[in-house]
């Protein structure tokens, strides 16, 4: 499995890009990065994309795991998407 199995062809906005903002905004919502601290936020940027792949292979069943070429089917993109909105909604405090 790739890094970003849900990243769409030619997209403009991939579903990765999505949960990748939508976890970073979180984490600036209770602890804000100022713009010019590069390695902090670069940091934080790595932590959010392994954050991501954790969130994926934790609802991605293994045959699709073992499997990249196999499209994932939308019930299991609906269940990364909770499983990202109940993350971010932990992070900023909102649950």
Do not use: C, F, N
């Not at 209770?30 to 790595?46: G, T």
């Not at 991501?52 to 699709?64: D, G």
């Amino acid at each position: 499995m790739t890094m970003d199995p849900q990243r769409s062809p030619g997209g403009t906005h991939s579903y990765y890009d999505w949960q990748v903002s939508t976890l970073l905004l979180a984490y600036d919502t209770v602890e804000p990065l100022a713009r010019e601290d590069v390695a902090s936020l670069q940091k934080r940027q790595q932590a959010v994309e392994l954050e991501v792949r954790k969130i994926a292979l934790s609802v991605i069943p293994p045959a699709y795991e073992r499997s990249p070429e196999k499209e994932i089917p939308p019930e299991v993109i609906l269940e990364i998407t909770k499983a990202t909105l109940r993350r971010a909604a932990e992070v900023a405090r909102v649950v």
